[in-house]
């Protein structure tokens, strides 16, 4: 591995509100009884629990972490689950996660309360054969050495508690991992790495690569979730910092190579688990999901959030016989789920989930090229003469807009491709945020809340910020100066840009820019509008509910070119589809 520094500050210290009931170091093994219950807001257990607290285990440079295990009260061998983060081991149960599921509307007493956040739920997995392994790692807590943040080191740390559970005298030998978002992307790095004893990975959506999908993604710099997430980072030393990184590297160098995993060496069967609509996670898992070496690899795109996806019980049993397959070795048919189930979001209460095909897009998608008209404000299939339109780029509502009706049912699936022509007046630089969304037959704007708390509250924190609660449409940025392609990358579907450098505007100088938007699957009835927004600004605001949203660095107007030799154009997969559900 290549010896790169990454940028460091001091990790926290703890306090109550990330306390669990089980916090605090204690090393040793105690029987939770079938019944008990960490408090009267989470479900009592359904088995007997071993609970091994505060485990010490060695990593190869000698280190030494601690972690938890939960494991069913029995003589067999049983497979191993590991949920990786720096969330803390114990903590499922503290307030603020417990402040955070109550404002989502998710129901407490659906969990057992000893589940890491973002975790799989020991209750449920030690009932079913399996021990759920949850770590503080390196850094964090009580564990030794200085925090490593999503790179290649921290796979390797996670591949070496992975062999460690393949060889406890109570494990099976074949080991899993699940959970949401930190515990997706942990699990991309460690399975890159291919510890042995790896049998499977549940990634449940999450990024893929760190400059692409957070820190500098179209190449502006978005610090919002990533100062949140400096406070994740409780222990006794240092913690890696991604934004003194990307200060230092704003370009997409070799550090930034080390925050991306090697998706061909991921070899072990995967059920990839990702949503159109998560602000953070959408691009990340898609790309994991399509880039990685596993010929056993199954994608399932729900129409929710992911952490009350996750713990639905129709959910947690599809995982269970993918888990059944692959780490017991039972005979259930698993391979007979389609490779993909996608959903058709309708945004009126009617969403289509769980749709079987080979591939995404489906194979009936017929990508289509819809071309801009900026005398018109339109989007068609024929492209139009030359024209241009302008915003003012220094104000929020400065944009312009392309708008198109359809005449029969249509569905628009895959990955949205953008080509802009466009020109920036007063500057040497833009940066352009683009936005597809659904419009109902009056030409009304179609949303949807994507958690159970559906509230006059939910709706007004999500009107400009909590994207991760909504969805709005399929979205994309590019700052001009960051548009070189990286054409060994670059698909027909999806423009990967090489952001290995930076090449100003000249006066006057009209570039072509290629925006890889959001993939979604959107249903337009005959009559509704499909709606391309572009503008000078994030109009969907920061990533959570507090997460301040990025402030573009633009300039004087941005000029949109149209039709002739600068035929800008939006390219979608189409298909057609039953009005009726059944």
Same mark, same amino acid.
């Given at each position: 591995?290549?010896?790169?520094?990454?940028?460091?500050?001091?990790?926290?210290?703890? =306090?109550?509100?990330? &306390?669990?009931?089980?916090?605090?170091?204690?090393?040793?093994?105690?029987?939770?009884?079938?019944?008990?219950?960490?408090?009267?807001?989470?479900?009592?257990?359904?088995?007997?629990?071993?609970?091994?607290?505060?485990?010490?285990?060695?990593?190869?440079?000698?280190?030494?972490?601690?972690?938890?295990?939960? %494991?069913?009260?029995?003589?067999?061998?049983?497979?191993?689950?590991?949920?990786?983060?720096?969330?803390?081991?114990?903590?499922?149960?503290?307030?603020?996660?417990?402040?955070?599921?109550?404002?989502?509307?998710?129901?407490?007493?659906?969990?057992?309360?000893?589940?890491?956040?973002?975790?799989?739920?020991?209750?449920?997995?030690?009932?079913?054969?399996?021990?759920?392994?949850?770590?503080?790692?390196?850094?964090?807590?009580?564990?030794?050495?200085?925090?490593?943040?999503?790179?290649?080191?921290?796979?390797?740390?996670?591949?070496?508690?992975?062999?460690?559970?393949?060889?406890?005298?109570?494990? =099976?030998?074949?080991?899993?991992?699940?959970? =949401?978002?930190?515990?997706?992307?942990? &699990?991309?790095?460690?399975?890159?790495?291919?510890?042995?004893?790896?049998?499977?990975?549940?990634?449940?959506?999450?990024?893929?690569?760190?400059?692409?999908?957070?820190?500098?993604?179209?190449?502006?710099?978005?610090?919002?979730?990533?100062?949140?997430?400096?406070?994740?980072?409780?222990?006794?030393?240092?913690?890696?910092?991604?934004?003194?990184?990307?200060?230092?590297?704003?370009?997409?160098?070799?550090?930034?190579?080390?925050?991306?995993?090697?998706?061909?060496?991921?070899?072990?069967?995967?059920?990839?688990?990702?949503?159109?609509?998560?602000?953070?996670? +959408?691009?990340?898992?898609?790309?994991?999901?399509?880039?990685?070496?596993?010929?056993?690899?199954?994608?399932?795109?729900?129409?929710? @959030?992911?952490?009350?996806?996750?713990?639905?019980?129709?959910?947690?049993?599809?995982?269970?016989?993918?888990?059944?397959?692959?780490?017991?070795?039972?005979?259930?048919?698993?391979?007979? +789920?389609?490779?993909?189930?996608?959903?058709?979001?309708?945004?009126?209460?009617?969403?289509?989930?769980?749709?079987?095909?080979?591939?995404?897009?489906?194979?009936?998608?017929? !990508?289509?090229?819809?071309? &801009?008209?900026?005398?018109?404000? +339109?989007?068609?299939?024929?492209?139009?003469?030359?024209?241009?339109?302008?915003?003012?780029?220094? +104000?929020?509502?400065?944009?312009?807009?392309?708008? @198109?009706?359809?005449?029969?049912?249509? !569905?628009?699936?895959?990955?949205?491709?953008?080509?802009?022509?466009?020109?920036?007046?007063?500057?040497?630089?833009?940066?352009?945020?683009?936005?597809?969304?659904?419009?109902?037959?009056?030409? %009304?704007? @179609?949303?949807?809340?994507?958690?159970?708390?559906?509230?006059?509250?939910?709706?007004?924190?999500?009107?400009?910020?909590?994207?991760?609660?909504?969805?709005?449409?399929?979205?994309?940025?590019?700052?001009?100066?960051?548009? &070189?392609?990286?054409?060994?990358?670059?698909?027909?579907?999806?423009?990967?840009?090489?952001?290995?450098?930076?090449?100003?505007?000249?006066?006057?100088?009209?570039?072509?820019?290629?925006?890889?938007?959001?993939?979604?699957?959107?249903?337009?009835?005959?009559?509704?509008?499909?709606?391309?927004?572009?503008?000078?600004? =994030?109009?969907?605001?920061? !990533?959570?509910?507090?997460?301040?949203?990025?402030?573009?660095?633009?300039?004087?107007?941005?000029?949109?070119?149209?039709?002739?030799?600068?035929?800008?154009?939006?390219?979608?997969?189409?298909?057609?589809?039953?009005?009726?559900?059944?």
């Amino acid at each position: 591995m290549k010896d790169i520094t990454f940028a460091q500050l001091p990790a926290l210290p703890d =306090n109550a509100t990330r &306390q669990g009931l089980f916090s605090g170091f204690a090393a040793g093994s105690v029987t939770l009884p079938k019944g008990f219950r960490v408090s009267d807001k989470f479900a009592p257990l359904p088995v007997d629990i071993i609970l091994d607290k505060d485990v010490a285990v060695t990593l190869r440079d000698g280190t030494t972490i601690y972690t938890d295990v939960l %494991r069913p009260v029995s003589d067999e061998k049983v497979p191993v689950i590991v949920a990786w983060s720096p969330y803390g081991k114990s903590c499922g149960n503290a307030p603020q996660y417990d402040d955070l599921f109550s404002l989502l509307g998710m129901d407490p007493s659906i969990l057992s309360g000893l589940q890491k956040f973002e975790g799989p739920d020991p209750a449920y997995w030690c009932a079913k054969g399996y021990a759920v392994c949850q770590p503080d790692p390196r850094g964090t807590y009580n564990s030794e050495g200085d925090a490593r943040w999503w790179n290649r080191r921290e796979g390797e740390d996670f591949h070496d508690l992975v062999e460690w559970c393949g060889t406890q005298e109570w494990s =099976n030998g074949k080991v899993g991992a699940s959970g =949401n978002s930190y515990l997706t992307v942990s &699990q991309w790095f460690m399975a890159a790495e291919r510890p042995a004893h790896l049998a499977a990975i549940a990634p449940w959506e999450g990024m893929s690569d760190i400059y692409r999908d957070l820190i500098l993604r179209g190449g502006i710099p978005d610090y919002g979730f990533s100062k949140t997430l400096r406070n994740a980072y409780i222990g006794k030393n240092q913690r890696e910092d991604l934004i003194l990184d990307a200060d230092a590297h704003p370009l997409r160098d070799e550090l930034w190579e080390q925050r991306a995993p090697d998706f061909s060496k991921i070899d072990v069967p995967a059920y990839v688990v990702a949503s159109y609509s998560n602000s953070i996670h +959408t691009p990340g898992t898609f790309r994991g999901w399509r880039d990685m070496g596993s010929t056993q690899k199954w994608l399932r795109i729900h129409a929710t @959030m992911e952490w009350p996806d996750y713990y639905i019980e129709e959910h947690q049993a599809d995982l269970l016989r993918f888990f059944d397959r692959f780490l017991k070795d039972v005979d259930n048919g698993w391979e007979d +789920t389609p490779t993909v189930r996608y959903t058709l979001h309708d945004l009126e209460g009617a969403d289509r989930t769980n749709l079987p095909a080979t591939q995404f897009p489906p194979e009936q998608a017929v !990508a289509t090229q819809y071309f &801009q008209d900026a005398s018109t404000s +339109t989007l068609g299939t024929e492209a139009p003469s030359a024209a241009t339109a302008s915003y003012d780029a220094t +104000t929020k509502d400065g944009c312009v807009e392309f708008a @198109m009706t359809v005449e029969k049912d249509t !569905a628009f699936i895959g990955y949205p491709r953008l080509r802009l022509f466009a020109q920036a007046d007063g500057s040497n630089d833009m940066d352009i945020f683009v936005l597809l969304q659904k419009l109902d037959a009056d030409g %009304r704007l @179609m949303e949807q809340i994507t958690i159970p708390n559906k509230s006059p509250q939910m709706q007004q924190m999500t009107r400009e910020g909590a994207s991760i609660l909504s969805y709005k449409g399929s979205n994309g940025r590019l700052r001009a100066s960051m548009r &070189q392609l990286d054409t060994d990358k670059t698909t027909d579907d999806v423009p990967v840009h090489s952001f290995d450098r930076v090449e100003k505007l000249a006066s006057g100088e009209i570039v072509a820019l290629d925006f890889d938007l959001f993939p979604t699957g959107l249903l337009l009835y005959a009559g509704q509008q499909l709606r391309l927004i572009v503008g000078g600004y =994030n109009t969907l605001g920061g !990533a959570m509910p507090g997460t301040e949203n990025l402030v573009p660095d633009n300039h004087g107007r941005h000029v949109i070119h149209t039709g002739g030799d600068h035929a800008s154009f939006l390219r979608i997969g189409t298909m057609p589809f039953a009005a009726d559900p059944e």
